[in-house]
């Protein structure tokens, strides 16, 4: 016969039992959900540069209203916060007044005149504080030229970063005029670097800059897609190895981009899915030199 002791604890071991597994189980929910965020932000990463590609047909953006419903809708790039961060940037906004970007478009890459044997840096003059990209010429040729080619045009200047992912994978994403992630310069140009050395177990390491593109890897299309916009990478993110990888940013400007990110993002605009960044980031002025 059972005694009231032998009872009691065999109630209390089930009882325990009952709460390890709940906690397993939602430890594994847990793991699934971060799987499926890293997934969906690859995907927004890859839809960056939807028009950019359209653009390359049509030979300009020149989208009506009435077309809209046609392009892809953005999945959400990371869950609503549920305070908003201060603005680390504000006063530089201020400062910068509101300048819009230039409207240009272009109907096909530019010819590639840089120097292949040197070394590029893009300066990125923002609202938070100067960036510089020191850009790889030999490793990615046609991206480096093609922000040089960009950045002589002012095509950058004024232009604001429109997207902060901070859950699964940490990156500013700029470079669209439209501030929207639906821009591009109206050509597209190949990928390139895709394996390069930095890139270790699919993991972009901190202070990589890389283009955004619309590769789709279940359909293994979108290839050669990129354009005008790229992401900053402020904390090591796990993405696929699908997304040129072009410069990489120096200590100073970590240090930027990590107060960038670390004011975090705001909720999901409901038009774009876009979660922006907390901080009004802005890019004054861009400029490329050869180093």
Known sequence: MVSNEQR???LAREKYLRQQQRRETA?????????????????????????????????????KES????????????PTPTTKAPDPCAKGAKAAGKQKPKTMSWKKEPDVTIDKSATYAM???TTCGDMTVSMDAAKAPHTVNSFAFLAGK????????????????????????????????????????????????????????????????????????????????????QLPPYYTPFGTLDKDSMKVLTKIGNAG??????????????????INKATVTKS
């Open 123 to 125: 300066k990125l003059e």
């Open 67 to 78: 077309d809209k419903a046609a392009e892809p809708t953005m999945p959400t790039p990371s």
């Open 154 to 237: 002012g095509y950058f200047d004024h232009t604001k970063c429109h997207r902060l992912t901070n859950q699964g994978i940490f990156v500013l994403q700029c470079g669209d005029p439209k501030g929207t992630g639906m821009g591009g310069p109206g050509y597209t140009i190949p990928d390139e670097n895709l394996k390069d050395s930095r890139i270790k177990g699919n993991t972009y390491p901190a202070g990589t800059v890389a283009m955004a593109n619309q590769f789709d890897p279940q359909t293994n299309k979108g290839k050669n897609s990129g354009g005008s916009q790229f992401f900053l990478v402020y904390k090591d993110s």
């Open 27 to 63: 430890r594994h929910k847990r793991r699934r959900r971060n799987v499926v965020i890293a997934s969906t932000l690859a995907v927004v990463l890859a839809a960056g540069g939807v028009v950019t590609a359209v653009s390359a047909l049509s030979g300009g953006d020149g989208k």
């Open 8 to 10: 009691r604890r065999q």
């Open 265 to 282: 993002a705001t909720a999901p605009d409901p038009q774009t899915g876009n979660t922006a960044p907390n901080a009004t980031v802005l």
